[in-house]
């Protein structure tokens, strides 16, 4: 499996990006992705998830109400629509993908795949 992130780049608050992850590989499977960031000098954190059945989504308090997740297609590719930008979303944002490990949506050691990061920048 591979996950290509992009979309992302440097706005000023208040403003919205999209952020999208082509997932390839396991043809016809789906699986539950997530978006997680991390901003410099701190821990990679969780940002939103969509199962891979209902996709259902799920938020992190600090983005419910701005960021949307959403599914492309029939499979695997994901969006994240970043309404409302604020300075500290500024982060390198991941996205992932849980195939074989269990373990909650909200912890990053569930993911089995990752992409290789798209930067958001958010200035005030």
Do not use: H
Request: proline share 4%; hydrophobic share 30%; glycine share 12%.
């Amino acid at each position: 499996v591979q996950l290509q992130a992009s979309g992302g780049g440097s706005v000023q608050a208040g403003a919205s990006l999209t952020l999208s992850c082509v997932g390839s590989g396991r043809p016809g499977s789906r699986y539950p992705m997530a978006w997680f960031r991390q901003a410099p000098g701190k821990d990679r954190e969780f940002v939103a998830q969509i199962s891979w059945n209902t996709d259902r989504p799920n938020y992190a308090d600090s983005v419910k109400g701005r960021f949307t997740i959403s599914r492309v297609g029939a499979e695997n590719s994901v969006l994240l629509q970043m309404n409302n930008l604020k300075p500290e979303d500024t982060a390198v944002y991941y996205c992932a993908a849980q195939i074989f490990n269990g373990g909650s949506y909200y912890l990053r050691r569930s993911y089995d795949y990752w992409g290789q990061g798209t930067q958001v920048t958010v200035s005030s």
